[in-house]
């Protein structure tokens, strides 16, 4: 890994030890943000090369990638994944959006229904919210724990357990192959509302708004301490989290797409060697 990578993923990602917090992270790019050109002609690199990655992944089939994208609403997570992926060959790219759960999903422990959509080796996965909505949402609302019929529910713990069961879900994928990686896209409130009126003024962007929006909205300090506590249990070696400043989604997009490129880099995937008998047979088929 280079230094100018090595130096990114330490920008953005968050401690592994807990000791950060949320308010001390920023919304806005770093001063030494290229402009807008720069970073559009960067991008389309990066796309390009990650590309190639991909190609490598999807052939070498000994690893997996599992990126999970955890934001506010209109912070920019749908247009970044279509950007930073534009490229790659969706014969092994797989994007899943998580919901609220069904009957059939409340029925089952709450890390199910995304161990039915992991990425098989050799394929890049993205979730699009995830397995934390259990400790995001559904913390906020701790009414929502009513429909999911656990037995004795202590309130106070449950937020810890889970905490405790994601991270040993995320080692076990790491040890089976799977790297996870996951960003934080860190949008401000301001930026919201002026994204928020944008959907409301702008015909073509009507359909993203919800009233629901404006609900998570108003509690909006709860949400901030939510991720806070979410961010410092979960950010692990094995998992790292990464705080992208989303009030510039020129500036995002190439933050993410700089530590998905490292991520791949990092694996190291090869194309299969052939050896002198098979290439003979290939020549001769």
């Not at 807990?18 to 806005?28: K, T």
């Not at 998580?98 to 422990?109: S, V, W």
């Not at 960003?183 to 409301?200: H, P, T």
């Not at 705080?243 to 880099?265: C, F, G, N, Q, S």
């Amino acid at each position: 890994m280079s230094g100018s990578q090595d130096g990114l993923l330490k920008r953005h990602r968050v401690p592994f030890d807990g000791a950060f917090s949320i308010r001390e992270l920023p919304c806005d790019p770093p001063e030494d943000t290229p402009s807008k050109k720069e970073l559009e002609d960067e991008l389309d690199d990066l796309v390009d090369r990650l590309e190639k990655l991909q190609q490598r992944l999807f052939a070498d089939e000994r690893f997996a990638v599992l990126a999970v994208f955890q934001a506010m609403d209109a912070a920019g997570k749908d247009s970044t994944i279509r950007k930073v992926f534009s490229g790659v060959n969706p014969a092994g790219f797989r994007v899943h959006a998580f919901g609220r759960p069904g009957q059939l999903e409340l029925r089952h422990d709450f890390l199910r229904r995304v161990v039915l959509r992991l990425p098989e080796r050799g394929k890049i996965g993205i979730f699009n919210r995830s397995h934390y909505e259990e400790v995001l949402v559904v913390r906020v609302h701790p009414e929502f724990l009513d429909a999911q019929h656990l037995p004795g529910v202590d309130v106070k713990r449950i937020w810890d357990d889970r905490f405790e069961s994601i991270r040993n879900f995320e080692q076990h994928l790491s040890r089976n192959g799977t790297a996870v990686v996951k960003f934080w896209l860190n949008v401000s409130r301001k930026e919201q509302k002026k994204r928020f009126i944008s959907r409301i003024e702008e015909a073509d962007k009507n359909w993203k708004f919800r009233l629901g929006d404006l609900d998570d909205r108003e509690r909006w300090e709860d949400f901030q301490a939510a991720y806070e506590s979410m961010l410092k249990a979960t950010s692990r070696p094995c998992a790292p989290w990464y705080a992208i400043p989303a009030d510039d989604k020129a500036y995002m997009r190439v933050a993410v797409a700089r530590i998905m490129v490292a991520t791949l880099e990092e694996l190291d995937p090869r194309f299969p060697e052939v050896d002198a008998a098979q290439s003979r047979e290939l020549k001769e088929g």
